[in-house]
């Protein structure tokens, strides 16, 4: 009995040490800080980004999305707290991070050392946000992240409009199959052995995704590299 006993307790102590694959145990303002620090400077270092960037978990009167922006003047990276219910793992953390970083590495091209970058959102944002979002893959793949978590954020805080058409936004229904295609084809591996494949996240974008996927799919046996028409 008190060998049981003792056994019991080692496996209690032991599974204290072992975080689950989606654990997030971050509850205020400090602690993600915390965790954005030692998530962003990890993508910074493993993407050799040169360019200087500081993290900052702070309310903004102002930010182009609800959770995240990224100032062309000092290049700080800002997440507002409020979207900590929202993020279930350092996965989707880096996701935020990676998008922002992606935009805040345009901002030091282009006339005065890339302050006026800033036009190019305001001009084209659809544009640059789909451009980011390929480049925020490919960041999360060169830190050790999993890309299929920039779906499952924007799963659960992208708003769902009717119509895209004369918006400078893709609806993000579109914008998530086009993430998807991306990593199809750029990084099939991952979804071969696709540790998300249980997140109820996931599943849904898998479920309200699948006529847009099976488009994909045409597209790959035709062979052919025109863009898809992704439907709402």
Same mark, same amino acid.
């Given at each position: 009995?008190?060998? =049981?006993?003792?056994?019991?307790?080692?496996?209690?102590?032991?599974?204290?040490?072992?975080?689950?694959?989606?654990? @997030?145990?971050?509850?205020?303002?400090?602690?993600?800080?915390?965790?954005?620090?030692?998530?962003?400077?990890?993508?910074?270092?493993?993407?050799?980004?040169?360019?200087?960037?500081?993290?900052?978990?702070?309310?903004?009167?102002?930010?182009?999305?609800? @959770?995240?922006?990224?100032?062309?003047?000092?290049?700080?990276? @800002?997440?507002?707290?409020?979207?900590?219910?929202?993020?279930?793992?350092?996965?989707?953390?880096?996701?935020?991070?990676?998008?922002?970083?992606?935009?805040?590495?345009?901002?030091?091209?282009?006339?005065?050392?890339?302050?006026?970058?800033?036009?190019?959102? @305001?001009?084209?944002?659809?544009?640059?946000?789909?451009?980011?979002?390929?480049?925020?893959?490919?960041?999360?793949?060169?830190?050790?992240?999993?890309?299929?978590?920039?779906?499952?954020?924007?799963?659960?805080?992208?708003?769902?409009?009717?119509?895209?058409?004369?918006?400078?936004?893709?609806?993000?229904?579109?914008?998530?199959?086009?993430?998807?295609?991306?990593?199809?084809?750029?990084?099939?591996?991952?979804?071969?052995?696709?540790?998300?494949?249980?997140?109820?996240?996931?599943?849904?974008?898998?479920?309200?995704?699948?006529?847009?996927?099976? =488009?994909?799919?045409?597209?790959?046996?035709?062979?052919?590299?025109?863009?898809?028409?992704?439907?709402?």
């Amino acid at each position: 009995m008190r060998n =049981k006993f003792l056994v019991s307790l080692v496996i209690l102590i032991l599974m204290s040490f072992v975080q689950p694959v989606f654990a @997030w145990d971050v509850k205020t303002t400090s602690e993600l800080q915390t965790r954005m620090n030692a998530v962003g400077f990890r993508l910074l270092n493993t993407n050799r980004i040169e360019q200087r960037f500081t993290f900052m978990a702070i309310n903004r009167v102002y930010t182009r999305d609800f @959770w995240t922006d990224v100032s062309s003047v000092n290049r700080i990276v @800002w997440v507002k707290p409020v979207v900590i219910p929202y993020i279930d793992s350092d996965d989707e953390l880096a996701a935020i991070l990676s998008h922002s970083l992606a935009h805040g590495v345009d901002t030091y091209e282009g006339a005065l050392r890339g302050y006026v970058s800033i036009l190019n959102y @305001w001009v084209a944002p659809n544009k640059y946000d789909l451009k980011a979002d390929k480049t925020a893959v490919d960041f999360m793949v060169n830190a050790g992240y999993n890309p299929l978590a920039i779906i499952t954020i924007l799963n659960k805080i992208g708003k769902q409009y009717r119509y895209d058409a004369f918006s400078n936004h893709t609806l993000v229904s579109r914008r998530m199959m086009l993430i998807y295609e991306y990593i199809y084809t750029k990084y099939p591996s991952i979804l071969v052995d696709n540790e998300y494949k249980d997140n109820i996240y996931y599943q849904n974008f898998l479920l309200t995704s699948r006529n847009n996927r099976m =488009k994909l799919l045409e597209k790959v046996k035709a062979g052919s590299t025109k863009r898809v028409n992704y439907s709402y």
